[in-house]
């Protein structure tokens, strides 16, 4: 009450004061991720991701892991949880292997989801991954593969389909070679079975092989391809041409 002629205001009561309750939601946080320091392959990559205003109650959270080069990191979308501290860490670990290759990076990206916004300036962190070995020497012999055939059944119900992997001169020691068998048109596990994951070129020898169990089935259908392909070697290095093509030959 404002002072004014004819009357007095009371000291005690001259101002009162009615509370008004908001009745919307909370703005939904905003959800951003930060990449912790480079690492070198074999450590881990950590990241922070963080709530803006903090939750009222623990927040699950989206993101997808991704990597540039092959660093062993575990990639795909993964369900974080933030506490009502407003921050939690993700740990992405990545494997020391000796193949030399290219540095890389370990990524993570804040998808969009229910309850949360993405923040605009900080949806997405990269963490760079050093690799830590040398290069093969400049004289290191050269490996190579030779695609392959087999006509299914020609030994029984499983037949090895062998491909050949060639050094261009013998060393004194043994020379390990990486690789993966990838599908064409034959199905893994319906048309064939890979083997290991590795094969050894041993001290002295210039060859070995690669197999692939395939299967004999009653089913008339063409002829059907699965790749090799060589991913690295210690003591040598791979040729530019580094798939070779096995083709199953139908027998029905």
Known sequence: VDAGDGYTVSTAQGTATVNIADNDDPPAPEVSVTAGAGVTE???????IAASPTPSAPLAVTVTVTQDGDYG???GTQT????????TT????TTDDNADETDGSVSVTVDADDGYTVSTAQGTATVNVADNDDPPPTDAPEVSISDASIVEGVFGFLSVLEFQVTLSRAM????T??????PGTAIEGVDYWPGAIEVTIRAGFTWATIGANVK??????GDETLFVELTGADGAVIAADNTATGTIIDDD
């Open 80 to 87: 974080v949880t933030i506490p009502t501290s407003g921050s």
């Open 216 to 221: 004999n089935d009653r089913i008339r259908e």
């Open 42 to 48: 074999g450590q881990d990559a950590v990241f922070t």
């Open 172 to 175: 004194d020691q043994d020379i």
């Open 90 to 93: 993700l740990t992405v670990s």
């Open 73 to 75: 990191a575990t990639t």
């Open 177 to 182: 070679v990486r690789y993966v068998i990838r």
